[in-house]
Every structure is written in structure tokens, then in C-alpha cells.
């Protein structure tokens, strides 16, 4: 079993930039998939960036390339989310999940255990 609480959102202006972190509970962190998904307002659920067990390959959707970078810290059992030049149309709730096994997918179906989420506002 893993929990995962994340932090770091807020309100920004356009341009600006946010990191946010999920810190997971358990012994085993170091072996889930993470991944950031995201909810705008009034839109499904979509996937943001993942990242492998041992941090050397992520996959992120074209929407974030070359603005969002997927990170992690296994002896912190913590990943994070740095978010650079932010725009009007990031604004969503933003998700961390986990996948126990397999290889990384934007597939939200694949992810066994899900945060609360964390509100991204970012303002024109």
C-alpha cells in the first residue's frame, strides 16, 4: 500500500514557475512508476509526465516538452514536478500516481494508487 500527498501548487502569473512535490509513504518507493496527471476545469483527467524507478527515463506529454521536468528523490520517497513557463491553460488540479508494475504510460488505468491532489491556478 502507498499513500501520496502532494504540495507545492498555488497561484502564479503567466511566465512564472512552481515545483510541485508527492511524498510517499512505504518502504518500497523506489520500486513505482510515478507520474503526474492533471484536471483542468470541466475537462477529463490527462497525463502529464512519468518517470521510472530509478529516475532515468521519463516521458512526458508534448503539451509540457521543454517546460515541465519530472524528477525524483528515492531516498526522500519523494517526486516532484518543476513547472517553468507556466501558461493561462495549465490551470488544473494536478495528481501524483504510482504504478507498482511494468513500464511507463500515460494510461491513467495503469496507475494503482492516486494523491488528493494539489490546485495550479495560473493567472493571464
Known amino acids: 500500500q502507498v499513500q501520496l500527498v502532494e504540495s507545492g501548487g498555488g497561484l502564479v502569473q503567466t511566465g512564472g514557475s512552481l515545483r510541485l512535490s508527492c511524498a510517499a509513504s512505504?518502504?518500497?518507493?523506489?520500486?513505482?512508476?510515478m507520474a503526474w496527471f492533471r484536471q483542468p476545469p470541466g475537462k477529463e483527467r490527462e497525463f502529464v509526465a512519468a518517470?521510472?524507478?530509478?529516475?532515468?527515463?521519463?516521458y512526458s506529454a508534448d503539451s509540457v516538452k521543454g517546460r515541465f521536468t519530472i524528477s525524483r528523490d528515492n531516498a526522500k520517497n519523494t517526486v516532484y514536478l518543476q513547472m517553468n513557463s507556466l501558461k493561462p491553460e495549465d490551470t488544473a488540479v494536478y495528481y501524483c500516481?504510482?504504478?507498482?508494475?511494468?513500464?511507463?504510460?500515460?494510461?491513467?488505468?495503469?496507475?494503482?494508487?492516486w494523491g488528493q491532489g494539489t490546485q495550479v491556478t495560473v493567472s493571464s
Open positions: 500516481a504510482a504504478r507498482g508494475a511494468g513500464m511507463l504510460t500515460s494510461d491513467g488505468l495503469g496507475y494503482d494508487y
Open positions: 512505504g518502504r518500497t518507493f523506489s520500486m513505482y512508476i
Open positions: 518517470i521510472t524507478w530509478g529516475g532515468s527515463g521519463t
